[in-house]
């Protein structure tokens, strides 16, 4: 699960250099949050207090679960204890497999001791991978349960969130519409999979698009990476002796992720299961970014932005035009529209490469921005 290669690439592609991938990881910063001004979107749906309980949120009158799952395996590994207690007490369980799985290529590669994968290879290796989902879902005695599979890219989830806005919107607003959760469990905005931190766009999005409609209690998971620092927002779930076991069970049912990361993948069958309480609180307010990448590494970076109206692609920029700045106030970029908050603006280096992983991320911003 760890490499898989990104969407819209030749199978075969030329590796970023290896000084770039080492000063991405090292250039890493974080959005604080800051007070939410008069008059701004407030994306907290209730006191987190009253989320720090996983299970009470269970017990609660009307109680329905959703879960997001970019990838066959995700439900297992963020959830898989909750969805038993869910189903335990009666709860309605719904879970939306956002892609198929198919961008996948290492596990694939040995397993089934190719080279070459092209698109009939994708298309068996997802199938493979909604399989192991059924499976997983039987291992937590989650069968009966509501599945939606979009089948958005694997690898692809963030490009089609700029490429194709109204309509991922318009897609998971209906879910929601269908499945009215009382509770939401979604990646955390700061999972540095690709993938997983644009469904979090996604999701606070169409939120927002529905200011008239009751909001779920939102549980944040932390797939890949680390949280932000000196987060008081923790919910924990402890799992019985029998619902650790089937969650473990369901895992090894993802046999095409464990053949590779056996280890990694089934220390998430632990006794408890950690989320961020709430949606997370990041709005910066002004035009600074909260990064500052080297100089020599700026000419392979791109800012990425996107709101309600769809998505940019920006190239950073030094020069008097710029409406965007980096953390030491210096020039980083021009937006050429008026952005309407909340909107996203994500650093990201586009060349190709075998590492999946963001080395920045997302920051979100609470005030208008005009160009």
């Known amino acids: 699960m760890a490499w898989r290669k990104s969407a819209r690439q030749p199978d075969r592609v030329r590796s970023a250099p290896a000084q770039l991938l080492v000063a991405q990881s090292r250039s890493r910063c974080t959005a604080y949050p800051v007070p939410c ?85 994708h298309a068996g290796w997802a199938a493979r991978r909604r399989s192991e989902a059924d499976a997983a879902l039987r291992a937590l005695g989650a069968e009966g349960v509501a599945v939606h599979r979009l089948g958005w890219p694997d690898g692809g989830v963030t490009w089609k969130l700029l490429d194709d806005t109204a309509t991922m919107l318009a897609t998971l607003r209906a879910l929601f519409e269908r499945e009215r959760p009382s509770v939401l469990v979604l990646p955390d905005l700061v999972d540095r999979h690709p993938d997983h931190s644009a469904i979090h766009v996604l999701a606070e999005m169409v939120f927002q698009s529905m200011p008239d409609r009751p909001k779920p209690a939102c549980l944040g998971y932390l797939l890949h990476g680390r949280s932000r620092p000196g987060l008081p927002r923790r919910a ?99 937006i050429p529209r008026t952005l309407r908050p909340p909107y996203y603006i994500k650093l990201c280096c586009p060349l190709p490469s075998p590492w999946v992983f963001d080395g920045w991320g997302w920051c979100r911003f609470g005030a208008p921005h005009v160009a």
Do not use: C
């Open 37 to 121: 001004k008069e008059g701004q979107p407030d994306l907290r749906l209730e006191k987190t207090s009253a989320l720090f309980d996983p299970d009470a949120l269970l017990q609660r009158p009307d109680a329905r679960l959703m879960v997001l799952a970019p990838h066959p395996d995700d439900e297992s590994l963020a959830a898989g204890g909750l969805i038993q207690r869910a189903l335990a007490r009666g709860v309605a369980v719904s879970v939306v497999f956002i892609t198929d799985g198919e961008n996948n290529p290492w596990p694939q590669r040995v397993l089934e001791r190719r080279l070459r994968i092209g698109p009939r290879e």
């Open 236 to 334: 924990v779930f402890a799992l019985n002796a029998a619902e650790q076991a089937r969650k473990r069970a369901a895992i090894e049912a993802h046999a095409s992720q464990t053949a590779l990361s056996y280890g990694r993948l089934l220390r998430s069958a632990a006794a408890s299961e950690g989320f961020v309480a709430g949606l997370d609180f990041h709005d910066r307010v002004d035009a600074t970014l909260p990064w500052l990448p080297p100089r020599w590494l700026r000419p392979w970076l791109a800012l990425l932005a996107v709101d309600g109206a769809g998505g940019e692609r920006i190239r950073l920029s030094h020069g008097r035009d710029a409406n965007l700045f980096w953390r030491d106030g210096s020039p980083a970029a021009a």
